[in-house]
């Protein structure tokens, strides 16, 4: 086989429920293998907060959708000799599939490289799907596939009810679920045929198991099996939404190769090249089985396998896509063995969905075969008490691992029968609840069908609870008559060393005894009682582990790894979740990158398996590990650092700098103190007070009767809020003295600004001033927004440098920071300042083509700046980003407004032009076109400038390639890569020079060319 020179990656586009962060991970390791093999690489993705598409990751990099229509021009300019489809989830599968169906990759010699497209169409049509395994012999559930609903009636009546529909072609799930009857039925199939050309009716396997394998196979027939999953919940609800368990623990040996030679019968008869995803349905009291689907790409699960096992699967799929051998690609982590050796696990790994529904009011919180989690954590631990009560934190709903909290059961909650019958995003905790109600593990499994092994395991966590509550009720006693540290006596080295093995934390512990939780820690390390740091080495032990995959458990003897002594540490933002995502990632990344590149070793700290800061290569040690205090501070006093970075991951770290700080931490950038002078908004409101600068009014309020004197003497309108984002972040909470919000006056008919810019020591490096097309009143994440500012007034720039320049040097801030702004009639006021990165940074930064977490990460260990322009005022483009929403995933949500100010848009697209107008029109289309298919993608925030964009222009201004691209180079008609050179023109703006837009909301692109940032 040949291996080709270019190759075109397509990218998944925004990031939506079903199709996240796991794809940026998947397509940065594709193109870092193919720069390995000397290949050229073009890249497709216009979403702007991705690693991927940062400068440098391929050759070429074009902002666009991931539709045919612009794929097609494209290939026009690139000329690709190959193109590479698995990597960017079902988006570009489909779009691959459409630009094969029209004969443009036949008409331009473009070889799909990997998986075939005839495979991928295999497994995508039911229909095809079913006849094949049947050749085979293999099972699957009996099943009719129809293109109308006449047929999906007919072949249900056949079947019997119930039966599950599921549509062809979808992404998450879509359209998908359980009919008990034909009003049911016609109802399901009406939504799955308005996303969707064909439905699959087949038989309900209620109460059987999900069992997932991840298959890697090469075009010389070498198969093998990286990783097998096992879903706590039964089948029914979709592995996205379920929580899963690697390896499986309730296999027996026969049931585990039997599915095992399965897979590899199935895969090879299809003909997979590269890595792919295997479901299951197995019945729970034989080893009778059935196939449910077969994914011709990388997945979710495949980004949660090769993270749990340390087998990096998208690279060695894109070194086999070129023609290579599993015998012949050293496995990167290892670095002693060869990829076509199967990983084996000495530890649990557990994954949990993490949802924001409490965001919507009135939505349905039932989860089933249709996505509705945004976001996802994994935990390792040595048993899977430890591992499943570590994943309940990681999540960031407040939770300190299982308990039978009713806040944590939800408003809905109603009955632990009903709760248990009817899954929800909450019926963990109803499955608690029911323990602490007296209810046997034979009766819990009758009402959920979760396998009795995980069963006994959580009631084990509630019989130690029920220990340590009879243990700190005895102390109590003591403890009212004069004895205040009975509760060290209580809490016994045995009881608390059992404890912390079945993965209770300092905080949950510190709950039941009525103490805080630096003293359960210092009591704990007293014992001797510390976690020990083990080491993912993919083969348990066989051969010597190279890998820098690290957790910490208490079910050890010893410590895997030295300490490092030094280096730079980053906590990373956590899950992804509505109003926190890919973009922190990006600033993580690069953050760490500047280190790295700077001679620094680096730590990080993530527990989002989506992300690329979790991937092998990113950094010099991982941990895979819980962003609390207590986890923290136990690696910061293993490692010892030189200090943290905390600015770079979003709020989650940023809410530890003080508690760190406390406790001896080193944070490096900006000093805690002014982090929390910035984040109380009192203490923030004096210092405004302090330097002059205007705010709309605004008080803590404690009661009703205060928030109403409050109101009528400011004024209606106002706005209600958390008093602090860890309140908003976590567990809703009543209005109390513990948990004041924040009511200020809501100015109407006002614009709001923001401003992100880095500084050093009080001094400003750069900036970036953004603004909303939306009235004040719109959620940043949710507003649509110009970079560079469109509609401002000099003297409105001049008040929000001036004042950002004040704020600045009164808070010593160093490194990134974000300040926004409402502005009337020319009077400025301020809204509120975050001393970290924000969620605009990798917008700006691809924007102004200034890599502004580079500019933060060098002023924050002190390291010699490089030159760039004082602010991203003056560019010769406009970026601009509009929200994409998920409506239509969160079925009975009621949307009586068109804007908020929390955040409900899950991610962002940009896109480029000189006239807004236009631009904004055109990026309204793609947020609702850019996937190829059917129906409207949720696309979580992803917004991406990049540096190609399509804009139509006359033949006299065209003049042909450019040079490479600097941050000055203005947009112009270029026709070679980014590597290319030549000489370039200013075009000027003109109506003729605009893009135009079709009926459909898109551009014309029949007379487009592509211009470069």
Known sequence: MKKPEKVLVLGSGGLKIGQAGEFDYSGSQALKALREEGVKTVLINPNIATIQTSEGMADSTYFLPVTPEFVKKVIEKERPDGILLSFGGQTALNCGIALHDEGTLYKYGVDVLGTPVEAIRLTEDRELFADRLHEIGVATPRSQAAVTIEEALAAARKIGYPVMIRAAFALGGAGSGLCANEKQLIGRCDKAFSIAPQVLVEEWLGGWKEVEYEVVRDRFDNCITVCNMENFDPLGIHTGESIVVAPSQTLTDAEYHHLRAVALQVIRSIGIVGECNIQYALDPHSEEYRIIEVNARLSRSSALASKATGYPLAYVAAKLALGASLAEITNKITKVTKSCFEPALDYCVVKIPRWDLAKFKEVDTHIGSEMKSVGEVMSIGRTFEEALQKAIRMTGTGAQGLSDDPKLLGIEFKSTKQALRQ???????????????????????????????????????????????????????????????????????????????????????????????????????????????????????????????????????????????????????????????????????????????????????????????????????????????????????????????????????????????????????????????????????????????????????????????????????????????????????????????????????????????????????????????????????????????????????????????????????????????????????????????????????????????????????????????????????????????????????????????????????????????????????????????????????????????????????????????????????????????????????????????????????????????
């Open 423 to 1013: 899954p929800t995003d909450r019926r963990l905790f109803a499955v608690y609840r029911a323990f602490s109600e007296g209810w046997s593990v034979e009766a819990i499994h009758r009402q959920t069908r979760i396998d009795p092994w995980f069963l006994e395991r959580i009631a084990s966590i509630h019989g130690t609870e029920e220990e340590l509550k009879t243990a700190a009720a005895k102390a109590a006693v003591k403890a009212v008559a004069k004895s205040p540290s009975a509760w060290k006596k209580a809490l016994s080295a045995p009881l608390l060393d059992k404890a912390k093995r079945q993965g209770f934390s300092d905080e949950a512990l510190a709950r039941i005894f009525g103490v805080v939780e630096a003293q359960i820690r210092v009591h704990r390390e007293a014992l001797g009682i510390k976690p020990k740091v083990k080491q993912i080495d993919t083969l348990a032990a066989e051969y010597p582990a190279e890998t820098n995959y690290l957790y910490l458990s208490y079910n050890g003897m010893k410590d895997d790894i030295a300490p490092s002594g030094t280096g730079v540490m980053v906590p990373g933002s956590g899950p992804y979740r509505i109003g926190s995502s890919v973009e922190f990632d990006w600033c993580c990344v690069n953050a760490i990158q500047t280190a790295r590149n700077l001679g620094r070793r680096t730590i990080m700290v993530n527990c989002n398996p989506e992300t690329v800061s979790t991937d092998y290569d990113a950094c010099d040690r991982l941990y895979f590990e819980e962003l609390s205090l207590e986890r923290v501070l136990d690696i910061y006093e293993f490692e010892r650092p030189e200090g943290m970075i905390l600015s770079m991951g979003g709020q989650i770290p940023n809410n530890l700098a003080m508690n760190l700080y406390d406790a001896g931490a080193v944070i490096l950038g900006t000093s805690p103190s002014n982090i929390d002078r910035a984040e109380d908004r009192n203490k923030f409101s004096q210092l405004l007070d302090e330097l002059g600068v205007d705010q709309p009014e605004w008080k803590d309020l404690t009661t009703l009767g205060e928030a109403r004197e409050f109101a009528a003497k400011v004024g209606y309108p106002v706005l209600v809020r958390p008093s602090s984002l860890t309140t908003f972040l976590g567990l809703a909470a009543d209005v109390s003295s513990e948990h004041p919000v924040v009511i200020s006056k809501f100015i109407e008919n006002s614009k709001e600004i923001e401003i992100d810019a880095v500084a050093k020591r009080g001094k400003i490096i750069y900036n970036a001033i953004t603004e909303h097309i939306e009235n004040a009143g719109v959620h940043s994440g949710d507003a649509t927004v110009v970079l560079p500012a469109q509609r401002l007034y000099i003297e409105t720039i001049r008040q929000v440098k001036r004042i950002t320049e004040e704020i600045a040097e009164a808070l010593e801030i160093t490194g990134p920071f974000n300040i926004q702004f409402i502005a009337q009639r020319n009077k400025i006021k301020v809204i509120e300042c975050n001393l970290r990165a924000s969620r605009s940074f990798p917008f700006c930064s691809k924007v102004s083509r200034v890599n502004m977490i580079d500019l933060a990460t060098r002023a924050i260990l002190d390291a010699e700046l490089p030159e760039t322009p004082s602010s991203a005022l003056d560019l010769p483009w406009v970026g601009v980003k509009a929200a994409q929403f998920s409506f239509s995933r969160l079925h009975g949500a009621a949307f009586s407004r068109l804007s908020f100010r929390s955040a409900i848009a899950s991610r962002k697209r940009t896109s480029f032009s000189r006239p807004v107008p236009s631009r904004t029109s055109w990026n309204s289309s793609t947020a609702r076109k850019s996937s190829p298919g059917w129906g409207t993608p949720f696309s979580r925030r992803a917004v991406r400038p990049g540096f190609w964009y399509p804009m139509k222009c006359p033949a006299s201004a065209c003049t042909g390639p450019s040079k490479r691209p600097s941050r000055t180079s203005p947009p112009c008609c270029a026709t070679a890569s980014s590597t290319s050179s030549s000489t370039s023109r200013r075009t000027t703006t003109s109506a003729s020079s605009r893009t135009t837009t079709s009926s459909a909301g898109r551009p014309s692109i029949s007379t487009s060319r592509f211009s470069r940032i």
